[in-house]
């Protein structure tokens, strides 16, 4: 009988720890659909890099190369009101510095592409028609828009079209970070 009795009492054990869990589970689950559905209406205003490096299209692509720095990791090409012409992201300054394909003929032509030189603009490597976000817009859709198109920062504009701010995923991880603890 003894046996029986600490068998018995062993099992309420275990299903007592395996509710415990399951409830602690439960819960953190609920905090993190909390947050995530907090996270989501945030307005992209309030997250959005404000210092941001801003260029012409007529500067010369070693500006760019020495602006750009670990903060930095893109910049906005602007006319004179601020209105976006253009986006460059530190991965598409590497694509005009793309070594030929295997099978390529390496011509003259195609060498000289490769060098910075006094005639390199920025209106070389700037995407034309970059995929934006509206600065009244809330984090959810920022982030649908990064997951659909792989991009992973976005200049905001105000309905004008002016560039009012950037906004790249470090600063979404960081309001993660600050919800969650």
């Known amino acids: 009988m003894p046996r029986e009795n600490s068998k018995n009492a062993k099992a309420k054990k ?3 720890i395996r509710s415990k869990r399951k409830l602690l589970q439960l819960k953190r689950k609920e905090e993190l659909s909390h947050n995530i559905h907090y996270i989501s209406k945030v307005p ?3 997250v959005m890099d404000r210092d941001f490096l801003i260029l012409s299209p ?5 500006k760019l190369v020495q602006n750009l720095n670990d903060e930095e990791t893109s910049a906005v090409v602007v006319d004179k009101d ?3 012409l253009g986006f460059i992201t530190m991965k598409d300054l590497l694509h005009f510095f793309e070594p030929p394909r295997r099978y390529s003929i390496a011509s003259v032509g ?3 592409r490769y060098s910075i030189n006094r005639a390199s603009r920025v209106e070389d490597i700037m995407v034309k028609k970059p995929i934006t976000i509206n600065v009244n817009d809330d ?3 920022a982030i649908k828009i990064m997951l659909e198109t792989g991009k992973h920062h976005l200049p905001v504009l105000d309905d004008e079209g002016r560039v009012r701010g950037v906004l790249e995923v ?3 991880i960081r309001l993660i970070r600050i919800v969650s603890t």
Do not use: A, C, E, S
């Open 14 to 16: 275990i299903t007592i």
């Open 44 to 46: 992209v205003r309030v």
């Open 58 to 62: 007529d500067d010369p692509l070693q």
């Open 82 to 84: 601020g209105r976006l």
């Open 110 to 112: 195609l060498l000289r």
């Open 139 to 141: 984090l959810g859709r």
């Open 170 to 172: 470090k600063d979404i």
